[in-house]
T-cell receptor, first 112, second 116 residues
Framework: QKEVEQDPGPLSVPEGAIVSLNCTYS??????FMWYRQYSRKGPELLMY????GNKEDGRFTAQVDKSSKYISLFIRDSQPSDSATYLC????????????FGAGTRLFVKA | ETGVTQSPTHLIKTRGQQVTLRCSSQ?????VSWYQQALGQGPQFIFQ???????GRGNFPPRFSGLQFPNYSSELNVNALELDDSALYLC???????????????FGPGTRLTVL
């Protein structure tokens, strides 16, 4: 079993839809939770960063962390064709050299 | 403020050869992590350097080695290349590696390595 599980998709939605992306994890030591966006042939770009449990909102993006269920989510409101990319969840523990573990990424297509 | 840069952009090597990839950290950052991203997969942590010392290592063999220089730029060296080493190699810089940091990392565009 992988430490971080993420559905690779692809996920295809119409423009304006609300997108829900999710990851589950098995290591209860994870404290830092991130979402990255990666366009084709580019490096990952940090979208959202959350420490421990709770919600965080930034514009059209909302990140949720439920440590009791070992489940994190990213919601994208009013999705745009420019949101079409691969979304990677990532997490790391407080110790261990801050080794960050990534999910496999979910490919998202937003159709105009 | 400049972002994370990597060189070269693309590289083709043959099996058994050695390769050196380079990374310049974002201004003010003293920690560099290297990742391997195979096609269709998420990045896998190789190792991290903090103030020129290796600060943590993932599940990669010793033929993957690194250096960090006093200006916090970094190199990834891979010896005895294998076909499975073909991947996008990413470096990410961050500020600090201690308990008080936020652990936010900023990635470079990557070097695409092809091993034939």
């Amino acid at each position: 079993q992988k430490e971080v599980e993420q559905d690779p998709g692809p996920l295809s939605v119409p423009e304006g839809a609300i997108v829900s992306l999710n990851c589950t994890y098995s290591n209860s030591a994870f404290q830092y939770f991130m979402w990255y966006r990666q366009y084709s042939r580019k490096g990952p770009e940090l979208l959202m960063y959350t420490y421990s449990s709770g919600n965080k909102e930034d514009g059209r993006f909302t990140a949720q962390v439920d440590k009791s269920s070992k489940y994190i989510s990213l919601f994208i409101r009013d999705s745009q064709p420019s949101d079409s990319a691969t979304y990677l969840c990532a997490m790391s523990a407080l110790r261990g050299g801050f080794k960050t573990i990534f999910g496999a990424g979910t490919r998202l297509f937003v159709k105009a | 403020e400049t972002g994370v840069t990597q060189s070269p952009t693309h590289l083709i090597k043959t099996r058994g050869q050695q390769v050196t990839l380079r990374c310049s950290s974002q201004s003010g950052h003293n920690t560099v992590s290297w990742y391997q991203q195979a096609l269709g997969q998420g990045p896998q942590f190789i190792f991290q350097y903090y103030r020129e010392e290796e600060n943590g290592r993932g599940n990669f063999p010793p033929r993957f080695s690194g250096l960090q220089f006093p200006n916090y730029s970094s190199e990834l060296n891979v010896n005895a290349l294998e076909l499975d080493d073909s991947a996008l190699y990413l470096c990410a810089s961050s500020l600090g590696a201690g308990v008080s940091t936020t652990n936010e990392q900023f990635f470079g565009p990557g070097t695409r390595l092809t091993v034939l």
